[in-house]
């Protein structure tokens, strides 16, 4: 029998699964008719055969392979869609949250991003010796990890400014300064301390709030030149609403030194909104309620020390009411301003005792203590000072700042800016209907 007689290797009936019809595993090389000796049918029908089953057998291993790997990539995408474990972020400690050091060239993009953030973070002004003047990054971290590097790297950090945002709870806090060489006869610890007594008596005749010099944190950075200090007020179990309610209870219990001042020319600070205490309104919580609220006084303490002279020999205040607006960026302890190595340290008349939690130094609670945005939200009192909406309102006096000089080309002592037209554009919106109003400020180009 020849191999044309050979049924499924003949042209006539070909064999389901003929070689044929699978030419990869006839050229792999595997097994091939040499394999075996010609001339015996028997043989060649072996040969075969053993292709067949070596055939079947791949195709079954192909397909178990096709299968697993089906599942490996379904297992893979379940993964990715729902994690085991959260991606590694690197941290300080193991028992801190994951880092977050992000920085921004406007401070708006950080305020953004430290809002969307699961993590506490918050909001800081750089300030570089070489960068242009008044221009500033913004630093998007926590309070622990900026203190790390505070601490570890303090000249790539030692101009940093906590930025207060808008509508966020904050301590009462001033920032107080004069100029030395103009008030040659002027105590400035003497004046800190009547300040910081008032303003308790104040606390606790509005708000019903105990507060003594033992609960302020005080913070100086003065020169040969300037005078100058920072008051962080520590309530017990208290806080404002935000710095603007800050700002409006100080312009209310100063308002006798500003109607005196109202009348003087050359005034310097930021503008002063005319308060009338009889048009305000206080709102504290039921817990605040005392009789000492009711008892208002019907004479005003004498507050004439804290009339002071810039270096131009004009009347301005010693408490600068200009830092109580939104996002304001409030200078940090232990950072100086640029060009400047006056740091802010704790005051050698400073009464207030830092009290560190376990395993942290007292320098560092030092530090927390005074960021004013640094509160417990747990049993705190949220004070407010509102300001009723009448139809009849006044026009805000303008207080500018220190060193500012009045002349004729500036607007009521403040200076214009260098683009005219914006400016009278400006003042065609503020002047009209029998209003006489004004610009006052400063400008910083970001």
């Not at 004046?191 to 019903?208: N, T």
């Not at 939200?377 to 303008?398: A, D, N, R, V």
Request: with cysteine; proline share 5%; charged share 25%.
């Amino acid at each position: 029998m020849s191999s044309d007689q050979i049924p499924f290797l003949s042209g006539e009936e070909k064999h389901p699964l003929n070689i044929t019809e699978r030419p990869s595993l006839a050229a792999s090389g595997h097994l091939t008719s040499d394999s075996f000796p010609i001339g015996s049918v028997q043989k060649h029908q072996h040969f075969w055969l053993i292709v067949l089953h070596v055939s079947d057998q791949q195709d079954l291993r192909m397909s178990r392979w096709g299968e697993r790997l089906k599942k490996v990539e379904q297992l893979a995408q379940s993964f990715q869609q729902n994690p085991l474990t959260t991606p590694y972020k690197p941290r300080l400690w193991p028992c801190q949250p994951s880092s977050v050091w992000r920085l921004f060239p406007r401070q708006s993009l950080a305020i953004s991003f430290a809002q969307s953030c699961k993590e506490a973070v918050h909001v800081f002004a750089l300030e570089k010796e070489k960068a242009p003047e008044g221009q500033r990054i913004y630093l998007v971290t926590s309070y622990s990890e900026l203190w790390h590097y505070y601490r570890v790297y303090p000249q790539s950090l030692m101009h940093c400014y906590e930025v207060i945002p808008e509508e966020a709870v904050c301590k009462l806090y001033f920032d107080l300064e004069f100029h030395k060489p103009s008030n040659k006869g002027s105590d400035g610890k003497s004046m800190v301390a009547r300040l910081i007594q008032y303003v308790c008596d104040k606390l606790m005749d509005v708000y019903g709030i105990e507060c003594s010099v033992e609960n302020v944190l005080n913070l100086d950075s003065s020169t040969e030149e300037k005078f100058s200090r920072h008051l962080i007020f520590m309530l017990q179990n208290a806080a404002f609403k935000d710095n603007i309610h800050v700002g409006r209870f100080i312009h209310a219990i100063l308002q006798p030194i500003v109607t005196k001042l109202r009348g003087e020319r050359g005034l310097c600070k930021a503008d002063v909104p005319q308060t009338d205490s009889n048009r305000q309104t206080h709102v504290v919580s039921e817990t605040a309620q005392s009789p000492d609220m009711k008892r208002r006084k019907q004479e005003e303490r004498d507050l004439s020390f804290l009339l002071v002279k810039n270096k131009d020999g004009h009347s301005c205040l010693f408490v600068d009411l200009g830092v109580y607006t939104k996002n304001r960026n409030f200078r940090l302890y232990k950072s100086s301003k640029v060009g400047k190595n006056a740091a802010f340290t704790v005051a050698q008349d400073n009464q207030f005792a830092a009290k560190p939690a376990k395993g942290m130094s007292v320098e560092e609670s030092v530090f927390l203590a005074s960021l004013v945005c640094n509160i417990s939200f747990t049993g705190q009192t949220i004070l407010t000072w509102e300001t009723p909406e009448t139809k009849e309102t006044k026009t805000p006096t303008p207080y500018c700042e220190q060193g500012l000089d009045s002349n004729p080309g500036t607007f009521s002592g403040c200076l214009s800016s260098p683009y005219r037209e914006v400016d009278s554009f400006v003042l065609t919106l503020v002047r009209k209907d029998g209003l006489q109003g004004s610009k006052c400020g400063h400008r910083r180009h970001f």
